[in-house]
């Protein structure tokens, strides 16, 4: 053992152990990120169709045209707080999924995700040109964009699409 300031460094063992645990913790948050990730992106397919109905509605017009007139970090604030708000479900649900409340968890889930996507998404429609003034919000949005044009060029993404659309013409021939 080694005194380094005024702590300890155990010399032959701790350091790979550390390193190994370094790149355990950073796979684990990897791997929780691109589920997370697909999750949205997921849900984001599902609810568009929805979305776009809500966009036609006369009252959502009127709110797009209040929107329009607030400054941008006002903006950025109607954006963030349903956010805030919402993020967390996922989380929610993986606690309760743990806990083996299976139902209630997918239902958690799913119900959140698509509240909180079509609100978010039609929020982000509504207030992405005054965000995009922000320079740090034109970057991440770039790079997010970027990050769904990669998901939806794999070719596992076009075969899920696929899968989807029989489904979809299944379901419908049996009408």
Not at 81 to 88: G, K, S
Request: net charge positive; with cysteine; proline share 3%.
């Amino acid at each position: 053992m080694q005194l380094i300031g005024n702590r300890t460094r155990h010399s032959s063992l701790a350091s790979p152990v550390a390193a190994v645990l370094r790149r355990v913790a950073r796979a684990t948050l990897l791997a929780a990120a691109t589920l997370y990730f697909l999750i949205d992106v997921v849900f984001l397919t599902m609810v568009r169709p929805l979305r776009q109905r809500i966009m036609r509605l006369r009252w959502v017009r009127r709110l797009r045209a209040w929107v329009e007139s607030l400054n941008r970090y006002a903006t950025l604030l109607l954006l963030l707080v349903p956010w805030l708000i919402l993020e967390p479900v996922k989380p929610v649900g993986l606690v309760l999924f743990t806990r083996r409340h299976h139902l209630t968890a997918t239902v958690v889930i799913a119900v959140g995700e698509i509240v909180k996507l079509i609100l978010f998404e039609q929020l982000l429609d509504m207030t992405k040109p005054k965000l995009m003034t922000f320079a740090w919000f034109a970057w991440c949005y770039g790079k997010w964009r970027a990050a769904i044009e990669r998901v939806r060029s794999l070719s596992v993404w076009h075969r899920l699409r696929q899968w989807r659309r029989s489904i979809q013409t299944w379901v419908a021939q049996r009408r």
